[in-house]
């Protein structure tokens, strides 16, 4: 069974810094591109991030580059979402999401998603 | 950048009648790349259906997708209990890679 457990939200400051995780089972994780989606709360979804199979591409939403990294390690089956210089408008629902197997385009499977809280 | 529209925002209908959900593209996207997802409270979205019309494994014959160009549709022949949340479209293209409708809530009447 594909799982996907996100960890690491929780309350910060604005300005403050946080490191998502993600970790994967059920599925072999090196096979597969990645993504980060966001909530706000009572609002739509927002697609924040792709990473390749291998971690050697990398894309990202105009919303969040230069701010967030993602990362990938396939040896601990994990996704990474490190996020600097956060907002207010980042508080959401961050949820990691498996990438159908090419070509089709899709998110097939995703996390229950963690909190993210950015407040004074 | 590709804008997605769901319409209605809202649509309330009681069990057992079909829904008819609309999403509409701001240029024309290929049919390949037309998603749409179902969403819970509290739940993570799960998909339903991608290439427009192809079902995801485990998803009831019930929901069913079409269209294409700028018009979408998802239809949901007969409403079960379960079948009452809010529903997104998706599409892949660029910049933003992937995009998101706006969500259409789909509630008892």
Not at chain 1, 59 to 81: E, I, P
Not at chain 2, 19 to 43: D, E, F, H, N, V
Request: with cysteine.
């Amino acid at each position: 069974e594909v799982q996907l457990v996100e960890s690491g939200g929780g309350l910060v400051q604005p300005g403050g810094s946080l490191r998502l995780s993600c970790a994967a089972s059920g599925f072999t994780f090196s096979s597969y591109e990645m993504h980060w989606v966001r909530q706000a709360p009572g609002k739509g979804l927002e697609w924040l991030s792709y990473i390749s199979s291998f971690g050697t591409t990398i894309f990202y939403a105009d919303s969040v580059k230069g701010r967030f990294t993602s990362s990938r390690d396939n040896a601990k089956n994990s996704l990474y979402l490190q996020m600097n210089s956060l907002r207010a408008e980042d508080t959401a629902v961050y949820y990691c999401a498996r990438g159908h197997l090419w070509p089709v385009r899709v998110f097939d499977y995703w996390g229950q998603g963690t909190l993210v809280t950015v407040s004074p | 950048e590709i804008v997605l529209t769901q319409s209605p925002g809202t649509l309330a209908l009681p069990p057992g009648e079909r829904a008819t959900l609309s999403c509409r593209a701001s240029q024309s996207i290929s049919s390949s790349y037309l998603a749409w997802y179902q969403q819970k409270p509290g739940q993570a979205p799960r998909l339903l259906i991608y290439g427009a019309s192809t079902r995801a494994t485990g998803i009831p014959d019930r929901f069913s997708g079409s269209g294409s160009g700028t018009d979408f549709t998802l239809t949901i022949s007969r409403l079960e209990a379960e079948d009452f949340a809010v529903y997104f479209c998706q599409q892949y293209g660029s910049s933003p890679m992937y995009s998101f409708g706006q969500g259409t809530k789909l509630e008892i009447k």
